[in-house]
Each structure stands twice: as C-alpha cells, then as structure tokens.
C-alpha cells in the first residue's frame, strides 16, 4: 500500500512537473519558435527622377535602356544589424524577391540595382552605419560594363538628418507585398551640336567619349561624408 501511495505521489510530481515547464515555454518562446512569415519585395524604377537619367545609347532605346532593372542585391537589417542578404535578377518584366521576417518585427532594407550579386560583401550583424559608409561599386571600363550590365541604381528611402532612412517595413501575419524604387546612380548629358554655321556640307560625330568617367561610386557617399 505503501508502494502504491509513493508511486501515486510520482507521477503527480511528474505530471505537475511537465504542466509547469509547458507554461514557461508558453511565457518565454524560444526565439526559433517565434513565427516568421514570407513577403515579396517588387523592384521598379523611379521614372520621374528626371535629374539622374543616364543613357549610352539614343532614339526609342534611350528609354528602355535608362528603366530597365536586371539584378538587385537586397540588404535586409533588424535592429540596425544586418540579417539577410537577397540576390534577385530579371524574371520577366520585373525583379520579385521573397523575403522572411518574424511577425510583428519591422525591418529595414537597402538594395543596390545593376551591380551583379553582392551578397558576399557583408557578413551577417554588420550595422547600418558601417554598410552605408562602407558599400561601393566599382568600375574598370565604365563604358563597356554600364552598357552590358546596365544604369547602376540604388534603393534607400529617404534622405532624413544627414542619412537615407531605408526602406521600413513591419510584417503582419497576413504577409503581403512593399514596393522598391531604385533611382540612377549615373547623370544623363545630352550633347547638342549647332550646324546652323557650317557654309559647306554637313557634320554628323561618330562617336563620343567621356573623358573622366568615374571608377568608383559610394552609393550612399552623403552619409559616410
């Protein structure tokens, strides 16, 4: 009877034992049990940024060429430390990327257009700062590189006490979309030539060359000056 009554008292123990520790879990989630949910992220253009068109080429394809998007690298930060990178290229009409985040989290995303992947630049809990001052794109023929990979753009928000805020967003349960709007990191110069002079025959140029195009571009210049 003994027996019965301590083993009784057992599995009491082990059943209140195993009720308490469900609640602490209920309390105090684990981090990995916190719920994420996937949103897209549409990469478009800024069209009416008028001031920072660039095109290498001329008619009908000067448009096309100054609008299009083939790749994006999509910095995504939580509590101003870097946590994924995203790399993305043309599928289509248009750039999408799957993006994940815990419900309830707002995060900020930064992203760079027509630079190839950069994914591998930045390791994971690099901050804000750091990835501002730091991030830059290089060129050894400009001419040729802009012209195969595209008008090198950037995606960063807004420009708020001497720093671009981001792009923020806070992920619900029910997922959904945000828009990316890049803007070009190169400036249009349209060259006019005045033959109204010339007495006899006609000049057309062949070809033109801009002396100083740069080989370097801080993206985000403003914030590390």
Known sequence: MKSLTQLKFIFASLAAMVFWQSCMREENPDKDSIAQVSMKAIADVDIMDSATRSSIVSGSESSAFEQRLNNITLFQFQDGELCETYYATR??????????????????FYSIGNNGNMSGLFPDGTSISDFLSGIQIRYSDPTTEIANGGIPMFCAGEFVNDR???????????????????????????LVLDTSGLKYGSFIPSSLVLAQSPKVVYPFWWYSS
């Open 91 to 108: 599928n289509g009409g248009s750039i999408q990327v799957n993006v994940r985040g815990d419900i309830g989290m707002t995060y900020t």
């Open 164 to 190: 671009f805020s981001g792009i923020p967003v806070t992920f619900s349960e029910t997922g959904g979309t945000f828009n990316l709007n890049f803007t070009r990191l190169t400036a249009r110069y349209d």
